[in-house]
């Protein structure tokens, strides 16, 4: 088999784990397959480039950014090289324009355009070797370095899996799979032994940390089955694939967002074209928007509210301190987090919503901003409710065999 394998930060953060890993890697190629290992920088080494960046430079420049912190992703691979070669295991590193890894020019949150299969099946195929790759980066038409933002090294290794037509993509991390919720929070959280790429998706997008969303959506895109399983044991993890879940419940798990911030916009008037103008100024300024709530009004008024994420309100506040359009007054909340259930069908079943807002009840869990959509239902509560209201839901959805 034709194996492409994802190890994290966190599992390669020391000597002893390096070890560990290259003794998985080399487990898997003494089976007779063929390797491709993708890794991220140890522990916290790219935090520490970042803040050792920001202490020459308050704002550094992208271009800058991305050829510092891309070194961290080489010393992993050249540490895990050595490794294996300790194992008398042939392997080569390889970062990503000595393979041919093209990215756009979008400096810290690249996208991949294409990737070159010439070295890495030159490296495979004719010299047998474990090829290890650099994650989370490509290089411009120009030769420039690129970063392909947080998680990016998820992206790396199912864009080169689809490249090569892989077998499967092993994404290695601290944990042993998807959990119906956050086992840190929710003690009685079930790993979930299979799930959709559209199930997924909105998982990873709502606030699963596990899997980052450009990763299931190229995933979905070249139907690269994966699976996430933990570094550290041999349990067999979480498929990720494209046929529908054969879970009794429409109910896949539920994820905590708490990089959100909501802003209401109270006595906007009443006429048409407010909404676009106040939605259009945001998007020109690339603030992205997510839960959007308008009352009925009151005279010739409306509020409308809307969640950015936290990095983003103090220039959307900027923005509306503007006054392009007439409103009275302006609040934001940061005090909040969203949490969904994330699932099939959500629509078109009646319970899901009651069933839902019956545990918060139960709880004593106010709602702030209600969304649903065919694949989820989110809310906005407070973060002094999160475990509570979490741990409610959770016990409501996953004691039960049908909602």
């Known amino acids: 088999m034709l194996i492409v394998q994802k190890y994290g930060g966190s599992s390669v953060a020391d000597v002893d784990r390096v070890f560990n890993v290259a003794s998985r890697i080399a487990d898997c190629y003494k089976e007779g397959n063929q390797v491709i290992v993708v890794l991220s920088a140890q522990g916290d080494t790219t935090d520490h480039l970042i803040e050792a960046a920001h202490k020459i430079s308050p704002r550094p420049p992208m271009r800058e950014l991305d050829m510092l ?109 998807i959990y119906t919720a956050d086992p840190r929070h929710v003690k009685d959280a079930r790993k979930i032994d299979c799930i959709t790429y559209n199930e997924m998706q909105e998982m ?5 940390n596990v899997l980052h969303n450009r990763s299931v959506e190229l995933a979905k895109k070249y139907a690269v089955q994966l699976v996430v399983r933990s570094s550290m044991s041999k349990e067999p993890g979480t498929l990720i694939k494209g046929e529908a879940s054969l879970e009794n419940t429409h109910v896949s798990g539920l994820t905590v967002d708490k990089n959100v911030a909501r802003v209401s916009v109270v006595e906007v008037q009443d006429k048409p074209g407010m909404a676009f103008k106040l939605f259009d100024r945001l998007a020109e300024s690339g603030i992205i928007v997510d839960m959007i709530l308008q009352s009925v009004g009151r005279g010739n008024t409306k509020d409308i509210s809307f969640t950015v994420v936290k990095n983003q309100l103090e220039k959307t506040l900027a923005i509306l301190e503007a006054r392009e359009f007439e409103f009275g007054y302006v609040s934001s909340d940061t005090s909040i987090v969203k949490l969904s259930l994330v699932g099939v069908g959500m629509t078109a079943n009646p319970k899901i919503a009651s069933q839902m807002f019956g545990a918060l009840y139960e709880a004593g869990v106010n709602i702030d901003m209600i969304s649903m959509s065919e694949m989820k239902l989110s809310i906005l509560i407070n973060e002094k409710d999160l475990v509570r209201g979490l741990n409610s839901v959770h016990g409501r959805f996953f004691r039960i065999v049908e909602v």
């Open 204 to 208: 990873a997008f709502l606030g699963a």
């Open 69 to 177: 912190i891309s070194t961290g992703e080489q010393q992993s691979v050249a540490l895990m090289a050595l490794a294996l070669h300790e194992l008398n295991i042939p392997a080569v590193s390889l970062n990503a324009s000595q393979i041919g890894i093209l990215t756009t020019e979008a400096h810290g949150s690249a996208r991949v355009k294409e990737i070159s299969t010439t070295r890495l099946y030159k490296e495979i195929f004719d010299h047998n070797r474990v090829v290890l790759v650099t994650g989370f980066q490509g290089h411009t038409e120009k030769g420039d370095v690129t970063t392909l933002g947080r998680g990016g090294s998820d992206t790396t290794a199912v864009a080169i899996a689809a490249a090569v037509n892989a077998d499967i993509c092993e994404i290695y991390t601290d944990v042993d799979g």
